[in-house]
T-cell receptor, first 112, second 114 residues
Framework: SQQGEEDPQALSIQEGENATMNCSYK?????LQWYRQNSGRGLVHLIL?????REKHSGRLRVTLDTSKKSSSLLITASRAADTASYFC????????????FGQGTILTVHP | ETGVTQSPTHLIKTRGQQVTLRCSSQ?????VSWYQQALGQGPQFIFQ???????GRGNFPPRFSGLQFPNYSSELNVNALELDDSALYLC?????????????FGPGTRLTVT
């Protein structure tokens, strides 16, 4: 079963604009990770935020985590056409092994 | 690109047949996980292998089985294929570091069952 729900399901913006995607989850977590997937290919790891962190940056990416609300957001600043992809959040927690539980993803389209 | 490779890239099988998918993990990684991704969905965890043993399993029937070899590469076997098994199968390797588990995914194998 899917733990996370992502919002919006699809997002269409112009190049240069910022894109914000949200993720909610249900159970306690050890960390939350964001992945990108281009056209049904493999997943590319973007960023990991631990449960005791509130915000993390990596290049044009900014991730926030609110464990009290069981939610996270991914902000991509100054988007580019190459950012067009599906974005998934995945949570790790509740087991002793590394099972990631993914949301259904947000499809981001950046128009040149 | 990650150092995780998968073969084959695409595969077409008939219902009732058996299939074996292969994955080579990234250098230095001793853990391999397998995920099934149906069209338009997020990946679903099938199972994980650590040091050649299955150490976690998702909600998949026993006809989904796997192996991990001493070099940490892995196989996913699916018996008695059903139409609903059509999906992208992803493997991911990681260096088991407590609960951090940053996983690196391969490009996937697209399985079509007719």
């Amino acid at each position: 079963s899917q733990q996370g729900e992502e919002d919006p399901q699809a997002l269409s913006i112009q190049e240069g604009e910022n894109a914000t995607m949200n993720c909610s989850y249900k159970t306690s977590i050890n960390n939350l990770q964001w992945y990108r997937q281009n056209s049904g290919r493999g997943l590319v790891h973007l960023i990991l935020i631990r449960s005791n962190e509130r915000e993390k940056h990596s290049g044009r990416l900014r991730v926030t985590l609110d464990t009290s609300k069981k939610s996270s957001s991914l902000l991509i600043t100054a988007s580019r056409a190459a950012d067009t992809a599906s974005y998934f959040c995945a949570t790790l927690g509740g087991t002793s092994y590394g099972k990631l539980t993914f949301g259904q993803g947000t499809i981001l389209t950046v128009h040149p | 690109e990650t150092g995780v490779t998968q073969s084959p890239t695409h595969l077409i099988k008939t219902r009732g047949q058996q299939v074996t998918l292969r994955c080579s993990s990234q250098s230095g990684h001793n853990t391999v996980s397998w995920y099934q991704q149906a069209l338009g969905q997020g990946p679903q965890f099938i199972f994980q292998y650590y040091r050649e043993e299955e150490n976690g399993r998702g909600n998949f029937p026993p006809r989904f089985s796997g192996l991990q070899f001493p070099n940490y590469s892995s196989e996913l076997n699916v018996n008695a294929l059903e139409l609903d098994d059509s999906a992208l199968y992803l493997c991911a390797s990681s260096r088991a570091q407590g609960l951090v588990h940053e996983q690196y995914f391969g490009p996937g194998t697209r399985l079509t069952v007719t």
